[in-house]
Structures are given as C-alpha cells and as structure tokens.
C-alpha cells in the first residue's frame, strides 16, 4: 500500500515552516502610522519625532519592535556623532571655562554612547527590560551636558541643536520600550 503523504508537494510545507521559523508578525501601515502618532504625540518636537521614524522605517508595515529599533539606532548615531563633535570642540578651544563645559559634555556623551551600546545588545538579545534599563541614565547624563554648557562665565552652546536632538531621541526611545514592554 503505497504512502499518501509521499505525493503531497513538499514546497507549500517548505513556506509554512520558512514563515513560522521568521515569525512575521502582520501589522497594518494604519498601526504603524498610529504607533508612531502615539509616541511622537508624548514628544517635545513632533515634527522632529515623526521624520526620524518615516526616514528610517524598513517597511510600511512596522510593530513596536521595529520603532524601537530604530530609536536605538538613531539614537546611538546622534550620540556617537555628537561625542566626535565635542572632542573635536575640545581641540580647538582655549578657553579654559569653556574647555572644562565641553569635558563634562564629553563625559556625559560617552554614558550615553555606552547606554545605547548596551541597550542594543540587550535589545537583539530581546531582553527588553534591561534595554529599558540602560536607557534610563540617559536624560541625566544628556542634561548634564546641557547645564554645564549654560552654567556662567560660558556664553555660547554649539551643542544646543545637537543636544535638543538627542533628548528628543532618548525620549523616543524610552517611550518604545516602555510600549514594547507592555505589549
């Protein structure tokens, strides 16, 4: 008695088993537009929050996971980017107040660089609980940068656009893995 089941075309089984090793997770572009409204609505700049997310969104059809990884991303870029910012700065600068305001900058970049670096870690381990807490420490030590800069006899702030962008980013990123942890 010959087997049925020999006869039975092996690719649809190859398909069903490649989706489910994959684990797609269907989403909506209308769910991602409303994730995405959802966390920029809770930002101080929307206009800021929204771009970042259209710019770098993979697919139209992204869940929180997604979002948040593009918060991390973007986040450690800025970070990294605005570190070699202030080293350079450092370089160029004589102005001991000044110098001693773009130190506590740097300092206060590098805890960030770390946090994002490990928050990413954490994050493709999808141990989102320790992604949160790494972000954590990141306003602080953003603001720090901030006071310094604007604590007398410093008059100038060339981070001031750099710095805006990075808060905004850490609160994007603390609100998408707060949202993906409560999914």
């Known amino acids: 008695m010959a087997?049925?089941?020999?006869?039975?075309?092996?690719?649809?089984?190859?398909?069903?088993?490649?989706?489910?090793?994959?684990?797609?997770?269907?989403?909506?572009?209308?769910?991602?537009?409303?994730?995405?409204e959802h966390i920029c609505r809770q930002m101080e700049e929307y206009g800021f929050c929204s771009q970042t997310f259209k710019e770098n969104l993979k697919s139209p059809n992204s869940d929180i996971v997604a979002l948040t990884q593009i918060t991390i991303e973007r986040a450690t870029d800025n970070a990294t980017k605005t570190h070699d910012f202030i080293r350079?700065?450092?370089?160029?600068?004589?102005?001991?107040?000044?110098?001693?305001?773009?130190?506590?900058?740097?300092?206060?970049?590098?805890?960030?660089?770390?946090?994002?670096?490990?928050?990413?870690?954490?994050?493709?381990?999808?141990?989102?609980?320790?992604?949160?807490?790494a972000e954590r420490v990141t306003p602080r030590?953003?603001?720090?940068?901030?006071?310094?800069?604007s604590t007398p006899p410093n008059t100038q702030n060339p981070l001031n656009d750099r710095n805006r962008q990075m808060r905004i980013l850490i609160a994007m990123a603390l609100v998408s893995v707060h949202e993906l942890i409560q999914a």
Not at 7 to 29: A, E, G, K, Q
Not at 144 to 149: I, P, Q, R, T, V
């Open 3 to 36: 087997n049925k089941f020999h006869s039975c075309p092996r690719v649809p089984m190859l398909l069903v088993l490649f989706f489910l090793v994959i684990n797609i997770t269907p989403s909506s572009s209308q769910d991602t537009q409303q994730l995405i």
């Open 88 to 133: 350079q700065l450092l370089d160029d600068t004589a102005d001991i107040a000044f110098k001693n305001a773009l130190t506590a900058c740097e300092h206060g970049y590098l805890v960030v660089m770390e946090s994002f670096d490990s928050a990413a870690v954490s994050f493709f381990q999808k141990d989102y609980d320790s992604v949160e807490k």
């Open 141 to 149: 030590a953003e603001a720090s940068c901030e006071e310094s800069l």
